[in-house]
């Protein structure tokens, strides 16, 4: 295939004045029509495959015993930019990190990691959490990407966000669980912040800040809900001191060989724009 078949990835997607400013005040937004449906479709497949794959080799290594915990809520799969090259280019897209850079207002933002989330048919809502729990990351300029291969809807288990709850930064250092559900939804319900959840077709995104209260409902369709999220995080962001858990796997495998106090921006990280 010849490689300007996938120049839109190259191609800038024009972020407005007043979407940034919501994204500033809301800590998420809903942005439409960054991909076509066939665009969409091409990587769809390509992902569905690097994913089907993975589980394959993993069954082959005997490896079922490591299991992440959220199979229950959804399948996840990370950095599937490493596992094939065209998915890499999904991943590193220059027209994705710049929506991303121009949300948070920096000029360049690098890969944290990407995730493939799937949630079958009768998968189980996602508890409400905030993301950052998880990330070594001494900023609060980070994002995600999180788009749908498929349209999707509230039903179906697209994102419901508490608007403008990532000015709390963190709010109970609470792991994703049935036990953060019950505290972040006190927590919203108690600080009044409105939820929004969208309708989205495949190759729209909502983007959202680290800090966000998020969750989802189940997937009551009988169609898997696929999605593609990338991380990014603002260029010269440093690695704070891991301070629980799982902040320290994620700074052994997403920063390898970096320490507290360093840049992060190991090989896993590139600059992925201005790049
Ligand atoms: O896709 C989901 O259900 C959860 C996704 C999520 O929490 C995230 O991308 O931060």
């Known amino acids: ?3 300007n078949q996938f120049q839109f990835f190259d191609e800038p997607y024009h972020i407005t004045d007043e979407q940034s400013q919501q994204y500033k005040r809301d800590g998420c937004i ?13 990587f769809r497949k390509y992902i ?7 589980f394959e080799e993993r069954k082959k290594l ?6 992440d915990n959220y199979n229950s809520y959804f399948t996840q799969v990370t950095n599937v930019w490493e596992k094939d090259e065209m998915v890499k280019r999904f991943v590193i897209a220059k027209r994705f990190a710049k929506i991303a850079a121009d949300l948070m207002g920096v000029k360049g933002v690098r890969l944290y990691h990407d995730q493939a989330l799937f949630k079958e048919p009768d ?4 508890p409400w959490h905030q993301d950052q729990y998880y990330w070594p990351l001494d900023t609060t300029n980070t994002i995600t990407m999180w788009m749908p291969l498929v349209d999707v809807n509230e039903d179906m288990g697209s994102l419901k966000f508490a608007v403008g709850s990532q000015k709390e930064g963190s709010v109970g250092d609470i792991p994703i669980s049935e036990d953060s559900n019950t505290a972040y939804e006190k927590t919203i319900e108690e600080r009044g912040y409105a939820v929004v959840t969208n309708e989205l077709k495949a190759g ?18 009988t169609r898997r809900r696929e999605v593609m999220t990338v ?13 629980n858990k799982h902040r320290k796997i994620d700074m052994e495998v997403f920063h390898p060989g970096a320490k507290p106090g360093d840049l992060a921006a190991t090989h896993l ?4 724009y201005p790049g």
């Open 123 to 126: 998968g189980l809502p996602t």
């Open 30 to 42: 809903l942005i439409r029509n960054i991909l076509r449906h066939d665009e969409v479709e091409i």
């Open 269 to 272: 990280n590139p600059l992925l």
């Open 48 to 54: 569905e495959d690097a994913v089907a794959n993975y």
């Open 204 to 221: 729209d995104a909502t983007f959202h800040a680290g800090w966000t209260m998020h969750a989802s409902s189940g997937n009551n369709s």
């Open 62 to 67: 005997q490896e079922s015993q490591v299991v």
């Open 1 to 3: 295939m010849a490689n």
């Open 231 to 243: 991380i990014y995080y603002a260029d010269g962001t440093r690695i704070m001191e891991p301070d």
